[in-house]
């Protein structure tokens, strides 16, 4: 089943994500609802995994309940938890399953997480999770015998945006290109001028950029210092006036900005689509769309 969202992509129609953190529990039926939700709201739903080094149900098993839901989907792959063949072994699964769009990521620190004891593998990064994906397509790669029956990724990465052509975030935004990237999600950003270095960057690239964007918790404002999100840099001013004007007004006020945003991006016609994350406020996306 060819991807919903690299046809979008490949049409040139604005893509809405919205991202979807599996839960803690065992049980799915809140993945089923909250999905349904956004039935014919978002053109596909991205599966993350075991984002800030928190557990949850395994991206993939998550991703297979929505597509047999009917959802289109882009399922999350970590080089955090899993060695070279894990990580085969994982995209050959999605493959199996008709899940053809996958984004690579390196992963965020255990620090982040529920258990910081934890052992990082990093066997790969995430460009050489791309090109061993991308080579395993036609068989030069892991699958040492090659397919017996093909199949193909559609395979993303995340870049940062504020990433100019002096800093290395772009160097190893091209890379990922140059491996077998056809789109990025950018880490999220709260103001369109946070785009300008990689889309001034990446210009003379042909490989389809979304912008992130975040709705936070009030919590995440209320405990925010740089670093405390992991690949979120909240601008001071925003952080600020966000605190100082308590939790009832935060939650108006940081919907309206998001919103805002979105509009922004997409009359712009600069980036490919928007991926929206609302940590703990995941019902109120449909409404910023």
Request: aromatic share 6%; with cysteine; glycine share 8%.
């Amino acid at each position: 089943m060819a991807s919903l969202f690299k046809e979008g992509l490949k049409s040139g129609a604005f893509q809405i994500v919205a991202r979807l953190v599996p839960p803690r529990s065992a049980n799915l039926a809140g993945v089923s609802a909250l999905a349904a939700s956004w039935k014919g709201k978002v053109n596909s739903i991205l599966v993350a995994d075991n984002p800030s080094a928190i557990m949850g149900v395994a991206s993939l098993v998550s991703a297979e309940r929505l597509v047999r839901d009917g959802h289109d989907v882009i399922m999350t792959l970590s080089c955090r938890d899993r060695n070279r063949m894990a990580l085969g072994s994982t995209a050959l699964g999605a493959a199996a399953l008709n899940i053809e769009s996958i984004l690579c990521v390196s992963g965020d620190h255990f620090n982040f997480g529920d258990h910081p004891e934890s052992k990082p593998v990093y066997d790969l990064d995430s460009v050489q999770l791309i090109g061993m994906l991308r080579d395993m397509q036609d068989g030069s790669g892991s699958t040492a015998n090659g397919p017996t029956e093909p199949f193909s990724f559609f395979l993303g990465a995340v870049a940062r945006a504020t990433a100019d052509h002096s800093m290395p975030h772009l160097m190893k935004a091209r890379k990922k290109i140059s491996a077998g990237a056809r789109f990025l999600i950018t880490l999220p950003i709260f103001t369109m001028s946070e785009l300008e270095p990689v889309l001034s960057g990446l210009s003379d690239s042909p490989v389809k950029i979304l912008a992130g964007v975040l709705l936070p918790s009030y919590e995440q404002i209320r405990s925010y210092q740089d670093g405390s999100i992991p690949g979120t840099l909240i601008p001071e001013e925003l952080v600020r006036s966000w605190k100082d004007a308590g939790e009832e007004a935060f939650i108006s006020s940081s919907a309206a900005h998001v919103k805002k945003l979105v509009s922004e991006l997409k009359t712009s016609g600069r980036v490919a689509g928007v991926c929206v994350s609302a940590t703990g406020r995941e019902s109120e996306i449909e409404g910023l769309i």
